[in-house]
């Protein structure tokens, strides 16, 4: 295991972007082939898939990103490797909050919101526990890294 974090994200729209893109969409295959047996762990912490609808195209979109689970709440974290950029996939969450979460062949519905100052302090640290290059990430950024809470609403999926 590399003690180096993987590099930042390319800018969107970029050549390499696109071929970056390619591993979550394996990822995704994987992961719903085996039902979260394969690629359904990164480091210390989970993988789910969340499926969004793009705020531009009005597109299905689906992103593997690692959580930590408390009750019936998820912590995502929108750190896009450490980029400058919001992950489109929060954007896609605060156009449209309501969204679908799959974790080993289940599907759930969940609405998204920003954690509080209280729910950052608490899931931050156990998902840097997790994956300890989400420090790595903040470091290379402005911005602060948004934790990002996902609770079961009554949506069917």
Do not use: C
Request: charged share 20%; hydrophobic share 35%.
């Amino acid at each position: 295991m590399s003690s180096k974090p993987p590099p930042a994200f390319p800018p969107p729209g970029t050549l390499k972007a696109k071929l970056v893109n390619l591993i979550p969409q394996t990822n995704i295959a994987v992961y719903r082939w085996s039902k979260g047996r394969l690629g359904g762990k990164m480091q210390d912490l989970p993988v789910l898939i969340l499926h969004t609808i793009g705020r531009k195209t009005g597109k299905p979109r689906q992103s593997p990103l690692l959580y930590v689970q408390d009750g019936e709440n998820y912590a995502i974290v929108g750190s896009r490797g450490g980029s400058d950029a919001t992950p489109a996939w929060w954007l896609n969450l605060q156009a449209k909050p309501q969204a679908t979460i799959e974790i080993k062949g289940t599907k759930r519905p969940v609405s998204a919101r920003i954690a509080t100052t209280e729910e950052r302090g608490l899931y931050w640290p156990q998902l840097v526990a997790g994956y300890p290059f989400y420090s790595d990430y903040q470091a290379r950024t402005a911005r602060e890294i948004p934790v990002i809470v996902l609770s079961p609403n009554e949506r069917q999926p």
